[in-house]
């Protein structure tokens, strides 16, 4: 199943995605990830891309449908994928359809507060990449990797004048998307008003949706 997971920055999309990826067997593909990669890599689209992001503004569609286009021609996403970080504007919705079939939108529908709360407490592996939280998900040791030992990290953009930026560019561009795709009648809503829920549950939730979805198709 080709799934797009919808939701503002802090939303929980790499979050639940990483942990859907390995319920369903299939890749999850985070178009952050693969800019930060290009970046991390010092390509030439990586400097460009590097302007735009410390900026808080988005990298110009070209780019990230070029990377997206590559990425989904490899056999791992013969039998679907979870695509988290793209589209976020029609434009680029209708990009997508031109490159893959989309089946299931998940839209993930988090209050403001509970964002900003908790991307301020967010940590990540300089190493392997896994999210932490200081709030929900604490790692054992003070500022290292469960995983793999790394040194964890706060990214630049997740900083609270950088977080309001982000959801003032996500609520312009984002939200007529969520319209879109509810007149295609691919998108599904899952709420997250409390921040200290579970990812579990809320993992539990969209397996629901995606198994449903599977039914009735
Ligand atoms: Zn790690």
């Known amino acids: 199943m080709k799934i797009v997971m919808l939701g ?4 929980g999309k790499g979050t639940y995605a990483s942990r859907l990826t390995v319920k369903l067997g299939v890749p999850h593909i985070s178009t952050g990830d693969m800019v930060r ?29 070029k990377l997206l286009a590559e990425r ?4 791992d996403c013969d039998g679907g994928f979870i695509l988290d970080g793209f589209p ?36 990540i592996c300089r190493e392997c990449g896994a999210i932490y939280n200081l709030l929900t998900l604490k ?9 793999c030992g790394g040194p964890l990290y706060q990214r630049e953009d997740d900083r609270p004048e950088v977080i309001k930026e982000r959801l003032d560019v996500y609520r312009r561009q984002t939200e007529p998307l969520i319209e879109y795709y509810e007149r295609k009648g691919l998108l599904r809503n899952v ?20 198994e449903e979805k599977k039914r009735s198709s």
């Open 8 to 11: 503002p920055p802090g939303a």
């Open 37 to 65: 990669d290009e970046i991390k890599k010092q390509t030439e689209l990586g400097r460009r891309i590097k302007e735009y992001s410390d900026r808080g503004a988005l990298v110009p569609d070209e780019i990230i449908i």
């Open 72 to 75: 989904l021609k490899k056999p």
């Open 88 to 123: 976020r504007t029609i434009r680029q919705a209708e990009a997508l359809e031109k490159i893959a079939k989309i089946d299931l939108v998940i839209n993930l529908n988090v209050p403001d507060e509970i964002i900003i709360t908790r991307l301020s407490n967010r940590l």
């Open 139 to 147: 790692p054992k040791r003070d500022r290292i990797c469960d995983k």
């Open 191 to 210: 709420s997250c008003n409390d921040l200290m829920t579970p990812p579990e549950v809320m993992i539990e939730r969209i397996i629901e949706i995606i």
